[in-house]
C-alpha cells in the first residue's frame, strides 16, 4: 500500500505511526502540501478534498481522512479495540480530537511553523488559544483517571490525540500547564517501535 503524505502533517504522522506500530509495509511519497502538490489534477483525481493522508491500496482504491485510515488499518490489531463499546469510545476520541481539538492545536502549530512574520493569519492565533487550551483540559480531566483513553493499552484514539499534542508546544501551547497529559505522551513515546514525527527514511 501507499501513503501520500507531508512530513510536518500531524494527521500524516498519524498515520506513518500506526503502520510502523503494526509493522505494516507500505511506501511513502511525500507531498509538499506548500508548493500545491495535494492540488495537482492527478492527485485531486484521487482525493478531491485536495489533501494528505491519502493511503492507496494495493487495488487502487483509497482512503481519506486520517481517522478513517487509522480506523481501517487498526482492523484486527490490538489499537482497535473489539469491544463495540470500546470501538465506540476510540470514535468519540477521534471526533473529539477532529472537532475540538485539531482545529486548534494544529492550525495554531501551522501558523507558527509556516506562515511568515506580518502574515495576517497570526490574528487567528488568539481565539485558537483557548479553544485548544480548553481540548488539553478536557484530555488531562480524562487522564487523571486513566493511562489511556480507551480501556487499559494504546488505540487508535490515543494514537490520533497523540499526533498535534506532542507537538503542541510548536503551536504555543504551554505543555507542563497537563501534567497527566505529559505523563500520557511519555506513555505512547514509550511504545514498542516509536518513531518521531521526523522520520521520513521509510
Ligand atoms: N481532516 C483531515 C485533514 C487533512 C488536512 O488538513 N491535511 C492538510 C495537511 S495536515 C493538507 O493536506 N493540506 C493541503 C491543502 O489543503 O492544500 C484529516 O484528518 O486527514
Known amino acids: 500500500m501507499r501513503l501520500y503524505d507531508f512530513l510536518p502533517s500531524g494527521n500524516g504522522y498519524k ?106 493569519r497570526f490574528d487567528e492565533l488568539p481565539v485558537l488559544k483557548p479553544k485548544g487550551e480548553a481540548a488539553l483540559k478536557v484530555m488531562d480531566k480524562h487522564l487523571s483517571q486513566a493511562d489511556y483513553f480507551v480501556g487499559d493499552r494504546c488505540s487508535i484514539a490515543d494514537i490520533a490525540l497523540y499526533a498535534y499534542t506532542h507537538v503542541a508546544e510548536e503551536g504555543g501551547f504551554e505543555l507542563t500547564l497537563y501534567t497527566n497529559v505529559r505523563r500520557w505522551l511519555d506513555r505512547i513515546a514509550g511504545q514498542p517501535c516509536h518513531i518521531p514525527i521526523t522520520k521520513h527514511d521509510f
Open 15 to 120: 498515520v506513518r505511526l500506526l503502520l510502523t506500530l503494526t509493522q505494516t509495509p507500505f511506501q511513502w511519497i511525500n507531498l509538499d502540501i506548500l508548493k500545491g502538490e495535494t492540488r495537482t489534477e492527478s492527485f485531486l483525481a484521487m482525493n478531491p478534498n485536495g489533501r494528505i493522508p491519502l493511503l492507496q491500496l494495493d487495488d487502487g482504491r483509497v482512503i481519506a481522512e486520517s481517522n478513517a485510515i487509522l480506523f481501517f488499518l487498526a482492523n484486527g490489531t490490538d489499537y482497535l479495540p473489539k469491544d463495540p463499546f470500546e470501538r465506540a469510545q476510540a470514535l468519540q476520541w477521534m471526533f473529539f480530537e477532529q472537532y475540538s481539538h485539531e482545529p486548534y492545536i494544529a492550525v495554531s502549530r501551522f501558523i507558527h511553523e509556516f506562515c511568515k512574520p506580518g502574515d495576517p
